[in-house]
């Protein structure tokens, strides 16, 4: 659960995938998370995870965002 004042990170779908090639080359999550600068290493497992169900479209944001005023 987030808590008040909490600022998450965005990683791009390049550093997921690089993540995923380091993981699969037998580094360990610690050595990936220090080597790309991922806060949490638990992400790394997620993104493992999803990657093995869905493949790169697992990777992938599937968030819709609304950006400005555009098209009112």
Do not use: N, P
């Not at 080359?25 to 169900?53: F, N, P, S």
């Amino acid at each position: 659960m987030a808590k008040k004042g909490q600022i998450f990170c965005s990683y791009s779908l390049e550093t997921k995938k690089k993540a995923i090639d380091m993981r699969l080359q037998g580094m360990t999550k610690k050595e990936v998370a220090a080597a790309l600068g991922i806060a949490d290493i638990g992400r790394l497992k997620v993104w493992m995870r999803k990657y093995r169900e869905y493949g790169d479209l697992g990777l992938m944001d599937q968030r819709k965002r609304v950006q400005g005023t555009e098209g009112i």
